[in-house]
């Protein structure tokens, strides 16, 4: 009998509304199991809210008001996928979600809920890797270099205006084309500062140039965003995002858990650092179409810290991404309080949702629920009012069914996660951290030659060409002094010229041989417009 006509039978002795809702859940592929149907105040075990791994790329929201259970929600997910073979990432704004790499304890709350949902538990930690920005907090660091973060995203980053984005853009293509690496951000106020002083000034001028005020802003954001502890997050080695997409020795999935409690009060930083993983996984990875389960789920939380304030450029490139980064086999699993957190255009493309309950304390509150409402697809229920009585890990449903329709809408009891529900204690994840097989290569900050070094070493051949040049010119001076004086205590000379009494003394051409050939080459140098040869 297969699992979809299991279902059915199980099925059979439910009221008609729930038995209808149940048979829109029925899966006869792998799938997720979520929960139990909630129908009329009662939980049916034997309905079960499923979602097939074979539509876990095209993406998801998990919303709802704070304390209501969403982070256990992405354990309970991220358990499953791993389980399926399928990576997952998991950003740990809180610190909470650790304890996925270590078995759950067992209780009295956790058999009671296993038994209304129909669930066999059974505690188990799952592979994980645990990485950090920058290695602020615990983890693996975690960096990127300036110029594959790129000025969209770090403009968001710098909390530019579209001027100033336009005008970080131009720094950036200068850079590339002069071969100037921006590794970090010292490499990138290196860059903008030469391009305003007066040797640099002239380089940008055919391509719209790079006005003071504009350069004064970003380097005051640049200084700014070094002071919140950036600089830690830019540099090499960067890392290979490739490194997500790892399974197991057993098979499982590796889940890759980003942890973020050390920055979590600097928010467009992580949230765009996140963008910069999703980007550069979509450049590399290569297109598949439609396979049985994700090559790599994704889970962007706090998600509505990624759209506040951003630029129309940086929109732009979220939609696009997460339009077609489904085609290359991964999913994105937005997580924030209500939909409307979330661009229109972004929202469309997210065909699971799973929707905690809202309060409606305040007006405000009221019109999200309204808001949210309208989100949904025709329902039995009546969603207003559903919303607002679902208690700590219940959640209305809707996903894509085997044939790609959305799902009848499904209040549900959540299932219990296996692994720990809070954080990995701090010597265990420690532990986990050094004895992983990317410590050693991901560990040491490297700082090699790069922008900030080739753009000094220029101006400290020009500072020393500069004085050698002086230095000739003091020396020809005061020959010339000399030369002077003593041609003019000669009574009865004929008067010469001054520069045939310069050219003709001995004390220039004594100061010729002592020179030698050095100043030829200076002169030469600058009147072909060379730098002098390092030494």
């Known amino acids: 009998m297969s699992d979809s006509e299991s279902a059915a039978e199980s099925a059979g002795g439910l009221p008609e509304p729930a038995r209808e809702i149940a048979a829109g859940y029925a899966v006869s592929g792998d799938a997720l199991d979520l929960g139990a149907l909630l129908w009329d105040g009662t939980c049916l075990p034997d309905a079960q809210i499923r979602i097939p791994l074979a539509m876990l790329n095209r993406h998801g929201l998990v919303a709802g008001a704070t304390g209501t259970g969403k982070t256990k929600t992405l354990q309970l997910i991220a358990e499953q996928l791993s389980a399926g073979g399928v990576p997952v990432f998991l950003a740990d704004i809180k ?5 996925i790499a270590a078995p759950g304890a067992p209780g009295d709350r956790v058999t009671e809920r296993a038994g209304q949902v129909g669930q066999v538990w059974e505690a188990e930690g799952f592979p994980c890797e645990f990485y950090a920005l920058g290695g602020i907090g615990p983890g693996i660091p975690l960096r990127a270099t300036v110029t594959s973060f790129g000025p969209v995203l770090l403009s968001k980053a710098l909390e530019l205006n579209q001027t100033q984005e336009q005008s970080l853009g131009l720094i950036f293509h200068y850079a590339d084309s002069k071969g100037l690496e921006l590794v970090d951000l010292k490499d990138l106020r290196a860059v903008v500062a030469f391009l305003v002083s007066d040797t640099g000034k002239a380089e940008l001028k055919g391509i719209g140039g790079l006005s003071t005020a504009t350069a004064g802003v970003i380097l005051r954001s640049v200084t700014a965003f070094e002071q919140q502890g950036a600089g830690d997050f830019f540099g090499e080695p960067e890392f290979d995002t490739a490194e997500l997409l790892r399974q197991a020795p057993d098979g499982r999935g590796i889940v890759s858990v980003l942890e973020l409690a050390a920055v979590q009060d600097r928010p467009r930083l992580f949230s765009t650092f996140l963008m910069w993983l999703l ?3 979509f450049h590399d990875l290569p297109e598949v179409g439609d396979l049985d389960r994700p090559k ?23 939609t696009r991404t997460v339009r077609l980064i489904r ?46 409402v309208k989100t949904f697809p025709n329902s ?30 499904a209040a549900t009891r959540l299932r219990a996660p296996r692994s720990l529900m809070g954080p990995c204690p701090a010597a265990e994840l420690d532990a986990a951290v050094k004895g992983s097989s990317l410590y050693g290569s991901y560990a040491q900050a490297v700082d090699r030659e790069s922008a900030y070094e080739k753009l000094s ?6 500072r020393r060409s500069a004085e050698a040049e002086a230095a000739d010119r003091a020396a020809v001076e005061e020959a010339v002094r000399g030369e002077g004086v003593r041609g003019a205590g000669k009574a009865g000379k004929e008067e010469i010229s001054l520069v045939e009494q310069v050219v003709g003394s001995g004390m220039f051409r004594s100061l010729a041989r002592s020179v030698g050939t050095q100043l030829g080459r200076e002169i030469s140098r600058s009147l072909f417009g060379t730098a002098r040869r390092r030494r």
């Open 457 to 462: 070493a220029g101006q400290e051949a020009e």
């Open 296 to 318: 790599l789920v994704f889970f962007f939380d706090e998600a509505h810290l990624l759209f506040d304030g951003a630029s129309k450029a940086f929109l732009e490139s979220i």
């Open 380 to 409: 039995r229920y009546d969603l207003e009012e559903l919303l607002t009585r679902l208690g700590i890990g219940e959640a209305v449903i809707t996903v894509l069914s085997e044939n790609g329709a959305p799902t009848p809408v």
């Open 95 to 99: 610190g909470d979600v650790s304890g």
């Open 327 to 372: 085609s290359k086999g991964v999913g994105i699993f937005f997580v924030t309080q209500t939909p409307r957190d979330v661009p229109a255009e972004v929202l469309a493309q997210l065909g699971n949702r799973v929707q905690h309950a809202l309060r409606a304390f305040t007006p405000d509150d009221a019109k999200a629920l309204r808001s949210t």
């Open 279 to 281: 980007a550069d996984l």
